[in-house]
């Protein structure tokens, strides 16, 4: 089965600075991985996507990449601000279409 | 589009009560998704539909919990009888296809007291 590991810590960024967090999964047959993005009190939100037959994607301030021969996936947030403190979970899918969240990483961005 | 609709958004009950939360996927979605949060597993996966099937179940905790879904716009996920440890967040998500984006609900927020 799919094993996404995402090691839950808190990541603190001073604004204007990026913030980077990875992934790996375990499951060479995956071929979609999602990031959601989950505020304080709020429903996950999915906030960009990437297929394995690409291996990077960018939607303004943010960037995945996927390294498949390493099984590993990253997100990258650059010129942080205030609005992208929130818990972000990555995710893959694996053979019966289920999809594995990682445990979550907290972004702290100090103003 | 509403988007994916739960309700209740909160629910607190006793132990030993039955609870059932509800799901409305978007017009649309063939996938049905029911999942729970909690600190400790962090979002974990119950079980999803497919065009209103029961497809993977294997995520269900035990036989207090059950799903279904009688038709393409409503879900149904039940407990009973509740136990304080089943105290969390449920989402459910729908997707149009099983491997497209899943789309969450607000979520409801159960404690069993």
């Known amino acids: 089965g799919e094993n996404v590991e995402q090691h839950p810590s808190t990541l603190s960024v001073q604004e204007g600075d990026s913030a980077v967090i990875k992934c790996t999964y375990s499951?060479?047959?995956?071929?979609?991985f999602p990031w959601y993005k989950q505020e304080l009190g709020k429903r996950p939100q999915l906030i960009i996507d990437?297929?394995?037959?690409?291996g990077e994607k960018k939607d303004q301030r943010i960037a995945v990449t996927l390294n498949k021969t390493a099984k590993h996936f990253s997100l990258h947030i650059t010129e942080t601000q205030p609005e992208d403190s929130a818990v972000y979970f990555c995710?893959?899918?694996?053979?019966?279409?289920?999809?594995?969240f990682g445990k979550g990483n907290q972004v702290v961005v100090i103003p | 589009d509403a988007g994916v609709i739960q309700s209740p958004r909160h629910e607190v009950t006793e132990m030993g009560q039955e609870v059932t939360l509800r799901c409305k996927p978007i017009?649309?979605?063939?996938?049905l998704f029911w999942y729970r949060q909690t600190m400790m597993r962090g979002l974990e996966l119950l079980i999803y539909?497919?065009?209103?099937?029961?497809?993977?179940d294997s995520g269900m905790p035990e036989d207090r919990f059950s799903a279904k879904m009688p038709n393409a716009s409503f879900s149904t996920l039940k407990i009973q009888p509740s136990e304080p440890r089943d105290s969390a967040v449920y989402f459910c998500?729908?997707?149009?296809?099983?491997?497209?984006?899943?789309?969450f609900g607000p979520g409801t927020r159960l404690t069993v007291l």
């Open positions: 990437i297929r394995s037959n690409v």
């Open positions: 995710a893959g899918y694996y053979g019966n279409n289920r999809l594995a």
């Open positions: 499951d060479s047959a995956s071929n979609y």
């Open positions: 539909f497919n065009n209103n099937v029961p497809i993977d």
């Open positions: 017009s649309g979605h063939n996938s």
């Open positions: 998500a729908s997707s149009h296809g099983a491997t497209d984006t899943q789309y």
